[in-house]
Structure formats: C-alpha cells, structure tokens
C-alpha cells in the first residue's frame, strides 16, 4: 500500500540518516547519560538538525507547513485509530525514532509535538513503530486503497471491532471433521438485514473484547439501550453457578 501510494503520488516518503548531522569527525549521535547510568542516549542537537532539515525554511525560499513531530517512544500516549484518523489529515509528519536507552529530554520539550506509543511494551528502537504508524496513515489517504470503504468497515474506524468474515466454501468441515456452515442469513441477499446482523456482531463482540471503546463509539439510542441488555446478560451468565450435573 505504501509503494502504492509513493507510485501514485499521493505522499512522499524520506529516510533520513542522523548520522550526517553529526559535527564531529566520529560521526557520533549518541552520549553516556549525565548523572550516570547505564546506555547511551541520542544527542539534542544532532536530533535538532536533522528536523530542522525536513521543516520549511524561509530563508531559502522554501514555503510550507511546518511538519508536524512525533517521538515514537514507550512513555508515549497510546496510538489508536482516532490518533492515525488525526494524522492522515496533516500535510507534513516527521516521525522520530527513539533508540537506546532514549533521547535528551531537552530535544523532547523543544522540538516534539507529542509523543506515541504502540503499547506497554520496550522494542530496541522506534523504527518498526514508526512503519506501524506509516502504514496506518497511508491507507487512509484517498487513492491510497482501491475501495475505501476497506478502511471504513475496519475494527476501531468507528469505534467498534470489526464483525465476522465468511468467504467461500459456504460449507467446510474443520481439521475435527465438525461441519461449519456460514450464518445462513449472509446467504440470503438481502443487504439490509446482513448489514444489521454485521452491526449488532460488532456491537456484541466490542462489548466482549472492548468494552472501553463503547464509550466512545458513535451509537444510536437503540443501539446504547441494546448494549445495556447484552451487558446485564452476559454479566448473568458470569455469576450463574457451575452446572456440573
């Protein structure tokens, strides 16, 4: 998708190496911590000329927004679909790759816009979180998928998991040999009701797996009045004693 889109023309992809902002003959980006410790950690400056790099400068005539920086770190806010929604929509984004035991705290507070995690995790650096959130933002660019409503229908785009999927053979039997058969009523052709049944899986299956995005998703009345029901059931069938008989 992202080949897609740089063929396409409808975003510009640049790599860049922060290596060629060092000053010093050794090329060196990182420093031992102040204070000691163990680690080393990603020097403010050189960090600060490689942004400065990707930014618009006036005065070399250069024009544009400014971009917009995230430092991909595990002290970060939590990257979700509402964040690659907000970010999709900017014209400039530079993402900042952590690495090491971290990056001076000065670098943050004078050049960061905000901070993104992609959970309670540590990774050696911040690159594979920095694709994770390129690819997330990319396909939401139009022209980027072939139908968009690929996008539209995922898990979280509008606040629900996404509903289960069937595909061909409408009849298969498991590796057990037990027959499984597509709900019947997506056979059916009738588009109003297969896209009722999809809302109502989704529904129950965010209340499930995802309970905490319920209070964001965007519901109707009946749809609220509807979780409350499958709530008070499934915490029913919780506290309902062990047959054992």
Not at 71 to 79: A, C, M, T
Request: charged share 25%; glycine share 8%; with cysteine.
């Amino acid at each position: 998708m992202l080949k897609r889109g740089v063929e396409r023309g409808i975003l510009q992809v640049a790599l860049v190496q922060l290596r060629d902002f060092a000053e010093d003959r050794h090329h060196r980006v990182d420093d031992a911590p102040y204070g000691g410790g163990p680690g080393m950690v990603l020097k403010p400056d050189v960090l600060a000329r490689a942004v400065q790099s990707l930014q618009p400068d006036p005065a070399t005539g250069a024009v544009g927004e400014r971009g917009h920086v995230v430092y991909l770190s595990p002290q970060g806010k939590r990257f979700d679909q509402q964040d690659v929604k907000r970010l999709a929509g900017l014209p400039h984004l530079i993402l900042v790759c952590g690495h090491y035991e971290g990056v001076d705290e000065r670098f943050i507070a004078a050049q960061v816009d905000e901070e993104l995690s992609l959970g309670d995790f540590v990774m050696t650096g911040g690159e594979i979180a920095a694709m994770a959130v390129l690819d997330a933002v990319c396909r939401l660019l139009p022209g980027v998928l072939g139908d968009a409503e690929s996008f539209a229908n995922d898990s979280f785009y509008h606040g629900l998991l996404d509903h289960p999927q069937f595909t061909r053979p409408a009849r298969w039997e498991g590796p057990d040999g037990r027959p499984m058969a597509v709900p019947p009523l997506l056979l059916s052709g009738d588009h109003a009701q297969v896209a009722a049944w999809r809302r109502r899986c989704a529904l129950l299956r965010t209340l499930i797996r995802r309970p905490d995005w319920l209070q964001r998703a965007d519901l109707t009345r009946s749809e609220r009045k509807l979780i409350e029901m499958l709530a008070r059931d499934l915490e029913t069938l919780e506290n309902a004693p062990l047959d054992i008989t």
